[in-house]
């Protein structure tokens, strides 16, 4: 059998080392138009920065070690220019020499992943990327340069807050240009604007709600006339699946504007198979297909693709799109739906915010969690979640991912048996905390309010109770709200009207407490969920 793949890295290189392990007589070759057919390249920016200092650390293997150790013939600086699929032909062009040929296939592997997104606006050239090592090279260069002190990042995706942070590392004035509300649109607003704040506090100029109109010999101009400084510029403005090849070949694209394959990353040509960011994936919770460019998934499917081709019966499963990233120490993780992509997909969803510490709060160094969990307010399924902070985001948000994916429901996490010592931490985890709480709401012992509709009820005629203390009040509070502590709630209960009543502290703890003590006393009372915390982080994101 001779198997051919288009592209390396992740999924190309997955797919042809997997094949070996499982077929030693299969032919296999490997044409890869860049230098390199295996490199890290999630990790370029900090390759940009020196955080990455070897250059080699980035290059996984080569051609000639996918040779020795796998007998796999890597043809680097080759592109694929057509495939034939009548004919099974494929028709490459050596990008050193020009030399055209033709290769014949039994199985086609199209791993081609994908593309920058250009904004088409003048001068647009200038701009440079970061897709592979050779970008990185050159980003690096121009870094180097004293004239180019000044950055301006067309895009707040992943890519581009990594870089703008490496930026900022390295002492060079940096501005972000972000189209939308906020940084990292997967995210809900209050869940990313501690991101938000943390880029701002350590230098970097957000400009939001911003878009470019032209890039100048060393400025960008901006659609409301504003001229930004910039003696580099960085186009960080998403990816789009790099399908070209599997167009012209009459292949199947899917409606996210993806290459389509069935759950064996089959094509619509049975010989033919796709994995990485050029392919949509089927999204375990909404059932659409969607572009998720993730390095796990590519892998994952490369594997799989394997095993297809080698007669094992195996399907892909749906995906998540769990992600995370960090930045100035902050991490933020998601794992399934946001409240935003809930929406659009019509979902039904109940949720709850809550801010635990990391590990026992006596223990030296705990920092605050801020998360977020989504469940289906029928069943209790778990949808989705996200988290910021300093520590332990990236286990809470795997737990979580790994709940969504064995089908536990809100309740269960209650009762998953969690590792604790005091400095990895608490003998009531995060995800145990978020269980109780979201066991609260599920089965209706506290009503809750979101930080975004409390404008709205207040306008109504909503009475609004602080139970936090007069000095958590006085250093700031929500307008409106009135400052009646918890401790002493039970006796000032003539203050506090009988409807349309609710009520916060700092987190939603307290807020629970007292509204216990205000049904049991014939109150009509919701708790504000996530508290002073979360209401201030979503306010704070829409006038950021």
Same mark, same amino acid.
């Given at each position: 059998?001779?198997?051919?793949?288009?592209?390396?890295?992740?999924?190309?290189?997955?797919?042809?080392? /997997?094949? %070996?392990?499982?077929?030693?007589?299969? @032919?296999?070759?490997?044409?890869?138009?860049?230098?390199?057919?295996?490199?890290?390249?999630?990790?370029?920016?900090?390759?940009?920065?020196?955080?990455?200092?070897? %250059?080699?650390?980035?290059?996984?293997?080569?051609?000639?070690?996918?040779?020795?150790?796998?007998?796999?013939?890597? %043809?680097?600086?080759?592109?694929?220019?057509?495939?034939?699929?009548?004919?099974?032909?494929?028709?490459?062009?050596?990008?050193?020499?020009?030399?055209?040929?033709?290769?014949?296939?039994?199985?086609?592997?199209?791993?081609?992943?994908?593309?920058?997104?250009?904004?088409?606006?003048?001068?647009?050239?200038?701009?440079?990327?970061?897709?592979?090592?050779? &970008?990185?090279?050159?980003?690096?260069?121009?870094?180097?340069?004293?004239?180019?002190?000044?950055?301006?990042?067309?895009?707040?995706?992943?890519?581009?807050?990594?870089?703008?942070?490496?930026? %900022?590392?390295?002492?060079?004035?940096?501005?972000?240009?972000?189209?939308?509300?906020?940084?990292?649109?997967?995210?809900?607003?209050?869940?990313?604007?501690?991101?938000?704040? /943390? *880029?701002?506090?350590?230098?970097?100029?957000? @400009?939001?709600?911003? =878009?470019?109109?032209?890039?100048?010999?060393?400025?960008?101009?901006?659609?409301?006339?504003?001229?930004?400084?910039?003696?580099?510029?960085?186009?960080?403005?998403?990816?789009?699946?790099?399908?070209?090849?599997?167009?012209?070949?009459?292949?199947?694209?899917?409606?996210?504007?993806?290459?389509?394959?069935?759950?064996? =990353?089959?094509?619509?040509?049975? &010989?033919?198979?796709?994995?990485?960011?050029?392919?949509?994936?089927?999204?375990?919770?909404?059932?659409? =297909?969607?572009?998720?460019?993730?390095?796990?998934?590519?892998?994952?499917?490369?594997? #799989?693709?394997?095993?297809?081709?080698?007669?094992?019966?195996?399907?892909?499963?749906?995906?998540?799109?769990?992600?995370?990233?960090?930045?100035?120490?902050?991490?933020?993780?998601?794992?399934?739906?946001?409240? /935003?992509?809930?929406?659009?997909?019509?979902?039904? !969803? $109940?949720?709850?915010? *809550?801010?635990?510490?990391?590990?026992?709060?006596?223990?030296?160094?705990?920092?605050?969690?801020?998360?977020?969990?989504?469940?289906?307010?029928?069943?209790?399924?778990?949808?989705?979640?996200?988290?910021?902070?300093?520590?332990?985001? $990236?286990?809470?948000?795997?737990?979580?991912?790994?709940?969504?994916?064995?089908?536990?429901?809100? &309740? $269960? #996490?209650?009762?998953?048996? #969690?590792? !604790?010592?005091?400095?990895?931490?608490?003998?009531?985890?995060?995800?145990? +905390?978020?269980?109780?709480?979201?066991?609260?709401?599920?089965?209706?012992?506290?009503?809750?309010? +979101?930080?975004? @509709?409390?404008?709205?009820?207040?306008?109504?005629?909503?009475?609004?109770?602080?139970?936090?203390?007069?000095?958590?009040?006085?250093?700031?509070?929500?307008?409106?709200?009135?400052?009646?502590?918890?401790?002493?709630?039970? &006796?000032?209960?003539?203050?506090?009207?009988?409807?349309?009543?609710?009520?916060?502290?700092?987190?939603?703890?307290?807020?629970?407490?007292?509204?216990?003590?205000?049904?049991?006393?014939?109150?009509?009372? /919701?708790?504000?969920?996530?508290? !002073?915390?979360?209401?201030?982080?979503?306010?704070?994101?829409?006038?950021?």
């Amino acid at each position: 059998m001779k198997v051919i793949i288009i592209g390396g890295v992740a999924g190309g290189m997955s797919a042809a080392t /997997r094949l %070996r392990r499982l077929r030693e007589d299969a @032919e296999i070759i490997v044409f890869e138009m860049g230098e390199h057919v295996s490199y890290a390249n999630c990790g370029l920016p900090y390759f940009v920065s020196n955080v990455i200092s070897e %250059r080699d650390d980035l290059l996984l293997q080569t051609p000639t070690s996918l040779w020795n150790r796998f007998r796999i013939d890597v %043809r680097v600086s080759t592109m694929v220019t057509s495939i034939n699929k009548d004919a099974k032909t494929v028709t490459t062009k050596n990008m050193g020499t020009g030399e055209e040929s033709s290769e014949s296939y039994d199985k086609l592997i199209i791993s081609t992943g994908a593309k920058p997104r250009m904004p088409q606006i003048p001068g647009i050239e200038r701009a440079m990327i970061l897709r592979n090592v050779t &970008d990185a090279d050159a980003v690096k260069a121009a870094i180097a340069s004293a004239a180019n002190q000044s950055v301006v990042i067309l895009g707040a995706g992943f890519i581009g807050i990594e870089v703008a942070e490496n930026l %900022r590392h390295m002492g060079i004035a940096t501005t972000i240009v972000q189209r939308g509300a906020n940084i990292l649109s997967q995210f809900d607003p209050e869940m990313i604007e501690p991101m938000q704040a /943390r *880029l701002v506090e350590n230098g970097i100029v957000l @400009e939001m709600n911003a =878009q470019a109109k032209e890039v100048t010999a060393d400025s960008v101009i901006l659609t409301d006339g504003r001229v930004l400084p910039a003696s580099l510029v960085v186009s960080a403005a998403g990816v789009a699946p790099d399908n070209s090849l599997a167009r012209e070949a009459g292949l199947r694209i899917g409606e996210s504007g993806g290459l389509w394959v069935d759950d064996q =990353q089959r094509t619509s040509d049975p &010989d033919i198979f796709a994995a990485g960011d050029a392919v949509e994936k089927h999204g375990e919770l909404t059932g659409d =297909q969607m572009l998720i460019p993730l390095a796990n998934l590519a892998n994952r499917h490369g594997r #799989l693709v394997a095993d297809v081709i080698a007669g094992r019966g195996v399907s892909a499963h749906p995906a998540l799109a769990t992600a995370i990233i960090g930045a100035f120490g902050l991490a933020a993780g998601i794992t399934g739906l946001s409240e /935003r992509s809930a929406k659009k997909a019509g979902i039904a !969803y $109940d949720m709850v915010h *809550l801010h635990p510490g990391s590990h026992a709060g006596y223990y030296p160094g705990a920092k605050r969690v801020s998360l977020k969990v989504l469940f289906d307010p029928a069943t209790g399924k778990l949808l989705g979640a996200q988290a910021t902070g300093e520590d332990g985001i $990236d286990k809470r948000i795997d737990v979580i991912a790994t709940a969504i994916h064995g089908g536990l429901n809100i &309740d $269960d #996490l209650m009762d998953l048996e #969690l590792a !604790y010592a005091p400095q990895f931490g608490s003998a009531k985890d995060a995800i145990n +905390q978020a269980g109780y709480v979201g066991n609260n709401v599920f089965n209706g012992t506290t009503e809750t309010i +979101q930080w975004h @509709e409390l404008a709205t009820h207040q306008a109504n005629g909503a009475q609004l109770i602080d139970v936090r203390s007069p000095a958590e009040h006085e250093a700031g509070f929500i307008p409106g709200s009135i400052n009646i502590s918890v401790d002493v709630l039970r &006796d000032h209960l003539d203050e506090v009207w009988d409807e349309e009543v609710i009520v916060h502290c700092a987190v939603g703890q307290r807020g629970h407490i007292a509204t216990q003590i205000l049904k049991a006393n014939g109150k009509k009372v /919701r708790n504000l969920d996530g508290g !002073y915390t979360t209401w201030k982080a979503g306010m704070d994101s829409l006038t950021r």
